[in-house]
């Protein structure tokens, strides 16, 4: 699974002339003792497996609920469609718990992520797959920004050669009460919130 850089999904390609700058995703974190958690496994894992990556910082994980591409600049009509997105999925969905429960590395060779993973699914009747669908709906009518590969939500927690797949002796779970518009600055390792709203109720 490429990814260029440890901020979202792998990247689609905005229609935009020029040098690819900016990258826009929708996305949730972890918070307090939950983030707190995520952190240390990753600085746990890395010593107990003699990884060379250095886990991310704790302000960059995150879990990314739709991609919104790479493009030269933000353009204006993007930001504001994701918006009216955004607003309408939190009006629509109520807080919910999620939860992972073990670590695995994507892809095959290279500099991987490895990730944190749980039971969530696309298709599966949840609240982060309802929240998703809400997302989803909001941008219906541009193609381009669909996902091109079925939802597997993932907490990025470094990157590294070596390969790593283990279950959690306890799961690291925490209650979404809201999420996140970002910006990232592509080659910067810098996030931006634009926006954030709270989940109905």
Do not use: K
């Given at each position: ?6 901020d ?36 746990d ?20 609920l ?24 939190a009006?629509?969905?109520p ?7 073990r ?8 500099r ?13 009747e ?56 970002v ?19």
């Amino acid at each position: 699974m490429p990814n260029p850089e440890p901020d979202a999904d792998p990247p689609v390609r905005g229609r935009a002339a020029g040098p690819l700058t900016d990258r826009l995703f929708f996305a949730l974190r972890p918070e307090g003792a939950a983030l707190a958690r995520c952190s240390a496994l990753a600085a746990d894992l890395s010593r107990s497996h003699g990884l060379r990556g250095r886990p991310l910082a704790p302000a960059r994980m995150h879990v990314t609920l739709a991609f919104l591409g790479d493009h030269a600049g933000l353009p204006p009509a993007l930001l504001d469609e994701a918006r009216r997105a955004g607003a309408a999925a939190a009006a629509a969905v109520p807080p919910f718990q999620v939860a992972f429960d073990r670590v695995d590395s994507f892809g095959r060779a290279g500099r991987r992520p490895l990730v944190l993973l749980g039971a969530h699914e696309e298709g599966r009747e949840d609240g982060l797959s309802a929240l998703r669908r809400a997302l989803r709906a909001g941008l219906a009518d541009q193609p381009r920004r669909r996902d091109v590969e079925p939802f597997r939500p993932h907490l990025t927690l470094l990157y590294d050669e070596r390969a790593v797949a283990e279950p959690l002796a306890e799961p690291i779970a925490w209650r979404v009460a809201g999420f996140e518009l970002v910006h990232s600055t592509i080659g910067r390792q810098r996030h931006e919130v634009l926006a954030r709203w709270a989940l109905a109720g």
